[in-house]
């Protein structure tokens, strides 16, 4: 007794009191769908000359249905998880053998691994032992209602495994609406991405004309100092290569300036000639 009392004590240090769970409120429940309903799921196993089924009724949160299931009427209104073990033999009466049930202010752990939601109850009273439970719970979308898929029970230990929806993360429907503007015409996100889409095509335009037009300035600098250089040797080249690149940089600002000077020249010239035209 003195054993299952400090067990109890280590257990509660650790994790949290379940005081019915408040799903909406807990970073990992609010997540998935096990609000939605509770789970009546039961397992059987052929154990000769005795048939045994394991019953299990499961309320995580709780907000969601009660228990009134008459085939659980050894459990608790305030249970969390219980369990209900019969054995039938060939033509007789399903005998009880084990009745076992998690309340709601019992320790409780939760936590996710890859996609799988998983709880852990602890602390469970069942005779001499101090019982823990483990759920875990496996995404089916394609399911309307979970099943236990299997259960193990030990002397202090319950393993279930559950496949269904409750598994399975929730739906997000609070998105806003992507409207871009506000316009009014519930299409200025589509806009922006026109907008967008043209900006980059005319960057990448301007990209590949740049590209282009270092690629054709180096050629024509390397060819030229080949020719003017065919009977010299690598250093008359490099030398060649050199001096003409000079001469392009230092004429290149000139350059452009008489490219840009004709340009504007001319638009001005045209705008004056109008004017004296009217």
Known sequence: MRLNLVSILAVAGVLPFVHSIKCGSHDILKKYQVDQAALFGEVERNTPPS??????WLRVCE???GKDDERFKECDSRDVLCGVTE?????KDPILTHVIDFKDNLAYNVNEDEGRLHLVLDGAKWGEYVVGATVDFTCNNNMK????????WSDDKIQLSLRGPS????????APPNNGDNSGDGNGGSNDDKRKENA?????????VFIYAILFTLIYLLVTSYMNTRGGN??????EFTERSKQ????LPEFCKEVLSKIFGSRSSSQRVGYSAV
């Open 200 to 208: 980059g095509s005319g960057w990448s335009w301007f990209s590949w």
């Open 248 to 251: 392009l940089v230092v004429a």
């Open 51 to 56: 048939t045994t089924k394991d019953k299990w």
């Open 167 to 174: 598994g399975c993360l929730k739906k997000n429907q609070d």
């Open 63 to 65: 907000d969601g249905d």
């Open 87 to 91: 054995v039938t033999l060939k033509d």
């Open 145 to 152: 209602t979970d099943e236990v898929v299997s259960s193990s």
């Open 234 to 239: 690598m250093d008359d080249f490099r030398a």
